[in-house]
């Protein structure tokens, strides 16, 4: 029994560190599959197919919309972080505030763009929607 139990927990940490390698391997812009193929070619324009392994990273033309979700949620959630500790710690003027907070946002969310697809590349990779034809 304590054997099983052995073998099952180290079986849950070999599948938890594939899902954060995974994940990692998005949030750098490698392809997940065979984790050497960059997932964009400019700045904004991701690549069709991985450049090594040849896998389609969105295979269906509304898979953008999860990568834009998160960068979407992440984006809204350090504005309510940042406003909040700006608002909390500092006697900026409201303006002032709503100014910096609305310029960082928009940086952020510009910054995170790429970030924000790949990961949501390495969740559909993750759950089989990306694989070798
Ligand atoms: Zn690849």
Redesign the pocket.
């Known amino acids: 029994m304590l054997e099983y139990r052995i073998f099952t927990v180290a079986r849950l940490s070999e599948a938890m560190l594939r899902i954060v390698r995974i994940l990692s391997l998005g949030l750098l812009l490698t ?1 997940p ?5 960059r997932m964009f070619r400019s700045r904004f324009t991701m690549n069709v197919r ?6 389609i990273f969105e295979r269906d033309a509304g898979e953008v919309t999860g990568g834009m979700a998160i960068n979407m949620t992440l984006t809204s959630a350090f504005a309510l972080v940042a406003g909040g500790l700006l608002s909390v710690f500092t006697t900026l003027p409201a303006l002032l505030l709503i100014l910096a907070i609305g310029m960082a946002t928009v940086t952020f969310g510009l910054l995170f763009y790429r970030h924000a697809r790949g990961l949501w590349t390495s969740i559909l990779y993750l759950t089989g929607s990306i694989f070798e034809d």
């Open positions: 392809c599959a065979c984790q050497h193929g991985c450049p090594v392994c040849g896998v």
